[in-house]
């Protein structure tokens, strides 16, 4: 394991590599004494260049590797919607606090000393690529995180499984990672495996996703979305939208096809709406069940609500790719959704393929979820990589998107 002393305060690499310098020159002073007790007052050279040599190739980087691969024997492969475009770079809106602005994603500073090949390397355990928004995530990191860049990136697909992901995590302290990076599946479990990372001396970056554990030494920062605050958003556009359409007091009948249950997008979403529900009684929640994050569930849970009611006012689908299953549901069953249809469709996420369902008049409204945490994780460990400190938590500013916008310009801006 590479020696770091103080967790929280690491030891980074330059002055990892000044210890190494000390450790080198140690021994070959301890080489050269030991040669002159041998040899009376013969000459040095050859130990001194054996010790340099053996050092130089306990040195060497470890072979490239592009994926770990760490859980892939045991996942099975996963009901996911495939991703509809490939997400390049985007300018976009600042995000708070530390987080840097999204127009620094084009061009990510340097890392370290990549020309001498001295990179800073990164395993990133992402969740799974059950979304178009996933995509974008993982394409962000990827475009992020290269040699060019400064930094090997070890990437890992847990195919939403938590299980994997701590097996991700594990290689990847096995690999000796310069920093891991997570975007944990759900909330809970992480203690032990973190508690590992920390005994290894390697910092842990969390992005999109949150942990709920008690200590939170256990990772140096968080960057992502404000999942109670979209929920409320959402609520408050809703609130806002019966309104105008001279339903503000009329029973309202919703059902709710949530996320992956225990992600922190899920908890966060659904508190946020359950609190706007609070606020108006006239509304019900027939029932919430998970569309797991993914089109192919969101359309069967939309199935069953549809035959349970059938006077289904609203659906609010926690995010895109679920709705888009749920529309797909609504039109099999015969019924019309949409700004002019029987049932008003809410998401979340704001996805390119949101937009052309609200064009297409499928979809209401979409509450942004920002993917783009590449370069904002980078930002990070450039800070941590100089010695400064990194603020906890930093939320990323997000917009939603209606039909009575321009959508079609919005569109053709639109990174993801
Ligand atoms: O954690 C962010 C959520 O995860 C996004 O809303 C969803 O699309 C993704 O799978």
């Not at 701590?166 to 690999?175: D, H, N």
């Not at 908890?267 to 609070?278: I, Q």
């Not at 797991?292 to 659906?315: C, H, N, P, R, W």
Request: charged fraction near 30%; hydrophobic fraction near 40%.
């Amino acid at each position: 394991m590479k020696e770091r002393k103080v967790y929280g305060q690491q030891m980074f690499r330059t002055d990892r590599k000044k210890e190494n310098m000390i450790e080198i020159w140690r021994k070959v002073l301890c080489g050269a004494c030991m040669a002159l007790m041998l040899t009376g007052c013969g000459s040095t050279e050859d130990n001194t260049i054996r010790f340099v040599e053996e050092e130089a190739i306990a040195k060497q980087p470890p072979a490239k590797e592009e994926e770990t691969g760490a859980a892939e024997e045991e996942a099975p492969a996963e009901e996911e919607a495939p991703a509809e475009e490939e997400a390049p770079a985007e300018e976009e809106a600042p995000a708070e606090d530390a987080a840097p602005a999204a127009g620094d994603e084009e061009e990510p500073a340097p890392a370290g000393d990549a020309g001498s090949g001295d990179l800073i390397t990164v395993g990133y355990a992402q969740v799974g690529a059950e979304s178009d928004w996933r995509t974008a995530n993982t394409e962000s990191f990827k475009s992020t995180f290269t040699e060019e860049n400064g930094y090997k990136l070890i990437f890992d697909d847990a195919q939403q499984k938590q299980e994997n992901q701590i097996k991700a995590i594990r290689s990847f302290i096995q690999q000796e990672v310069d920093y891991i990076v997570v975007a944990p599946v759900v909330e809970t479990g992480w203690e032990t495996v973190l508690e590992e990372a920390k005994e290894a001396g390697i910092p842990v970056i969390l992005s999109d996703r949150m942990m709920d554990v008690s200590d939170d030494s256990l990772f140096e920062a968080w960057v992502g979305g404000n999942f109670v605050k979209e929920g409320e958003t959402c609520g408050d556009w809703l609130a806002e939208y019966l309104e105008a359409a001279g339903r503000g007091e009329e029973e309202i009948n919703m059902v709710t096809i949530q996320g992956t249950i225990g992600a922190s997008a899920q908890v966060g979403r659904t508190e946020g709406m359950a609190n706007k529900l609070a606020e108006h009684p006239n509304w019900k929640m027939l029932e919430m069940q998970s569309g797991e994050f993914t089109q192919a569930k969101g359309q069967e849970v939309m199935e069953s609500f549809l035959k349970s009611y059938d006077d289904i006012d609203v659906v609010i689908c926690e995010n895109d790719n679920e709705a888009f299953g749920a529309i797909d549901a609504i039109k099999a069953a015969g019924k019309t959704c949409g700004p002019d249809g029987d049932i008003i469709v809410v998401s979340f996420d704001s996805v390119k393929a949101a937009f052309e369902s609200m064009i297409a008049g499928d979809l209401n409204a979409t509450f942004e979820c920002n993917p783009l945490h590449g370069p904002r994780v980078a930002e990070i460990i450039q800070k941590l990589e100089a010695g400064e400190t990194v603020d906890k938590i930093q939320y990323v500013d997000e917009a939603y998107f209606d039909t009575s916008m321009d959508l079609e310009a919005i569109l053709a801006e639109r990174a993801y």
